[in-house]
């Protein structure tokens, strides 16, 4: 039988790490991260992530949906185009996309990864 998770982010235990250094820009950018969910075939994955003010490369294989809830970002494509992004708002970053995250303000979002399957 299946369960129903309640997303409670002030609930949530987040892993902390680093970012690679071989994608940071800016800052330490510590990143944490509480996966609450992922479906048995490994594509589909909920939860919560974060990080501290800083800059960094980024290559998705994955197709994001994305929540701010706090914080203050600007996503920007290596073809130029830059989203600025407010706590409240939503967005999708899709698969392929390259660009730079610059976390303004510490951020925390609600995700929802799909991966297509190899």
């Keep these: ?3 129903i998770i309640k997303l409670a982010p002030q609930q949530a235990q987040y892993e902390h790490y680093p970012t690679p250094k071989d994608k ?3 800052g330490p950018a510590e990143q944490h991260i509480s996966n609450l969910y ?3 075939s490994g594509q589909f994955h909920v ?3 974060g990080s501290e003010p800083g800059s ?3 290559s998705y294989d994955e197709h994001e949906y994305c929540q701010l809830l706090e914080g203050e970002v600007e996503i920007k494509s290596h073809d130029g185009a830059v989203m600025h992004i407010k706590a409240g708002e939503q967005f999708v970053i ?3 996309f390259k660009g730079v995250w ?5 951020c925390k979002k609600t995700y929802v ?6």
């Design 38 to 40: 992922s479906d048995p």
């Design 94 to 96: 899709p698969a392929g």
């Design 102 to 106: 610059h976390t303004i303000k510490s």
């Design 24 to 26: 940071l820009i800016e």
């Design 113 to 118: 990864i799909f991966e297509k399957s190899n």
């Design 47 to 49: 939860g919560f992530w």
């Design 1 to 3: 039988m299946s369960s």
């Design 56 to 58: 960094w490369q980024v």
